[in-house]
């Protein structure tokens, strides 16, 4: 079946490094992907998505390409901030419209000034 | 953007109590909703997908009997914990599809709720 697994936290940076966070997926098919953003106290929010290979989703500095070859969807950002810290979620769903996303376990970052 | 809520946040409950939660999309219609349930450090699981008018779809290893879900409109959609357990203690989320056709089958989360069970 489909699975999502993403690199283990917390991770752990100083304000303006560069991150990444890795995931990788298994899927049959073509999937969506996504990255979720979890806020202290908050709800799970949309952070990018792609739909298909090769596609880059980009938001608020973050940035993931749809990889096939290597079946990754990586998360990278050049500048984080101390706002930044959240927990991080990859996700994907399949090709089929309405289906419930799957997500990875979570990557909690952690930005000190 | 879409605003999805649930009810309550947190709440403690005996033994053999059951507890209703409650999901609600405020400003868009979902004809299918998602319920999830989340452990500590671990990603979220979805439990059963429910859809407007229609009985709820569980995912394999959860129990329909115990975990009870009515979709009765475009707005609400509730989960019922019956006969609550400590191992039942958990975090429960909930997401909601937006049903126009604009909105690129995006889901929306709402905030979670804490069920702790005494």
């Known amino acids: 079946g489909n699975s999502v697994t993403q690199m283990e936290g917390p991770v752990t940076l100083s304000e303006e490094a560069f991150l990444t966070i890795n995931c990788t997926y298994t899927?049959?098919?073509?999937?969506?992907l996504f990255w979720y953003v979890q806020y202290p106290g908050e709800g799970l929010q949309l952070l990018l998505k792609?739909?298909?290979?090769?596609d880059k989703g980009s938001n608020k500095g973050f940035e993931a390409t749809y990889r096939k070859e290597t079946t990754s969807f990586h998360l990278e950002k050049g500048s984080v901030q101390v706002s930044d810290s959240a927990v991080y979620f990859c996700?994907?769903?399949?090709?089929?419209?309405?289906?419930?996303?799957?997500f990875g376990k979570g990557t909690t970052l952690s930005v000190s000034s | 953007g879409a605003v999805v809520s649930q009810h309550p946040s947190r709440v403690i409950c005996k033994s053999g109590t059951s507890v209703k939660i409650e999901c609600r999309s405020l400003?868009?219609?979902?004809?299918?909703m998602f319920w999830y349930r989340q452990f500590p450090k671990q990603s979220l699981m979805l439990m059963a997908t429910?859809?407007?008018?229609?009985?709820?779809?569980?995912e394999q290893g959860v129990e329909k009997d115990k975990f009870l879900i009515n979709h009765a409109s475009l707005t609400l959609s509730t989960l019922t914990v019956t006969s609550a357990h400590p191992e039942d203690s958990s975090f429960y989320i909930c997401?909601?599809?937006?049903?126009?056709?604009?909105?690129?089958?995006?889901?929306?989360f709402g905030p979670g709720t804490r069920l702790t069970v005494l």
């Open positions: 792609a739909t298909k290979a090769d």
């Open positions: 899927a049959t098919g073509y999937p969506s």
């Open positions: 996700a994907l769903r399949g090709n089929q419209a309405g289906t419930a996303l799957i």
């Open positions: 400003d868009f219609q979902a004809t299918t």
């Open positions: 429910s859809n407007e008018g229609s009985k709820a779809t569980y």
């Open positions: 997401s909601a599809l937006r049903a126009d056709p604009s909105s690129t089958d995006t889901q929306y």
